[in-house]
């Protein structure tokens, strides 16, 4: 890759920032199709949030993605939010058109894409079990209401944050029953998918939920790709069920986000690709 002075600058901001897959992810894909952009991780601390997004603004960096732990933090930071954006109340793609920060939310899409990718999985009708209500759980519960989910049950710590999650969304899509538990319900007879939106399970030993009473034909899918198997995901194999870590979804909403900033369709199954190494 040949950095010039024309070369646009893309990045990501986040704390940590060291675990993503983006970096390489964005840079080979935009390698492939010929770009003349440079995507740089930015690990950013939470007292310099603020002046971290002026400067990327200010610099005129093109376009960021926004990880853990800012995707709902820096939506007062920009000027605008794509309509999807704003429902879901977080971000994790920032486009840079002419001095305006644009937020967008491509997760949502990236998971439903890979549900169906990876899993053969529809949501429409379907009832859902979504351990975690934080940026990413915003993001998948929105995403799986507007796929027509029939039902929805928010498991989350704090359960205050589920439940005003429940009630917001609850307005948006009246067709879906949304329900909310602090802690994890004791059967899942009914539930067509159990997904975990949160970062239990990123450091290979704790369980975000358990799959023992999920009915046989049930599936599971965890955000978590590093590990490639959380423990929530050694309980799925151990229980027989088909399931699915988040490598899928960290491409499909690459693949969005790099429309978004370029104009430009990557190739359909490049980014996930190039993140198993087939590339
Ligand atoms: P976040 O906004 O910080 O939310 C974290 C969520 O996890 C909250 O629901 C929080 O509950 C819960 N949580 C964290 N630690 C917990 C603990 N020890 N016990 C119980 N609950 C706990 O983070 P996020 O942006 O939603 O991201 C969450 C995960 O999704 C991360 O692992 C991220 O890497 C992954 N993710 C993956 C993809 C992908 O493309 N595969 C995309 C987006 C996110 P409280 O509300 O009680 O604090």
Redesign the pocket.
């Known amino acids: 890759m040949l950095i010039t002075g024309t070369t646009r600058v893309l990045g990501i901001i986040g704390d940590p920032v060291s675990?993503s897959r983006s970096p390489q992810m964005q840079n080979r894909a935009l390698a492939v199709a010929g770009l003349d952009y440079v995507y740089v991780p930015f690990h950013v601390q939470p007292e310099r949030l603020a002046e971290a997004v002026a400067g990327l603004r200010a610099a005129g960096v093109h376009g960021f993605n926004v990880?853990?732990?800012y995707?709902?933090a820096v939506v007062p930071l920009l000027d605008r939010l794509s309509p999807e954006a704003a429902q879901i109340g977080?971000v994790?793609t920032v486009h840079n058109d002419n001095g305006r920060l644009v937020g967008h939310n491509t997760?949502g899409f990236?998971?439903v894409s890979?549900l169906r990718e990876e899993l053969g999985f529809d949501p429409h009708g379907a009832d859902l079990v979504v351990?975690?209500?934080?940026?990413?759980?915003?993001?998948a519960v929105h995403a799986l209401c507007a796929a027509g989910a029939g039902r929805v049950v928010i498991v989350?710590?704090?359960v205050a944050?589920?439940q005003a999650l429940a009630e917001e969304f609850g307005k948006l899509f009246p067709g879906v029953r949304l329900d909310v538990c602090q802690s994890f319900p004791a059967s899942l007879v009914e539930c067509d998918l159990l997904l975990?939106?949160?970062?239990?399970?990123?450091d290979g030993f704790?369980l975000?939920a358990d799959p023992a009473s999920l009915r046989d034909n049930a599936v599971v899918y965890d955000?978590?790709?590093s590990p490639p198997e959380t423990p929530l995901l050694s309980a799925a194999r151990c229980r027989g069920l088909h399931f699915s870590?988040?490598?899928g979804?960290?491409a499909?909403?690459?693949e969005y986000a790099f429309s978004i900033w370029t104009g430009v369709t990557p190739p359909q199954g490049l980014m996930k690709a190039l993140l198993v190494g087939d590339l």
């Open positions: 675990h990880t853990v732990p995707k709902v977080a994790n997760d990236g998971l890979s351990v975690g209500a934080g940026g990413a759980g915003r993001a989350n710590r704090t944050r589920a975990n939106t949160t970062s239990i399970g990123m704790s975000s955000m978590i790709y870590n988040g490598l979804m960290l499909a909403q690459g």
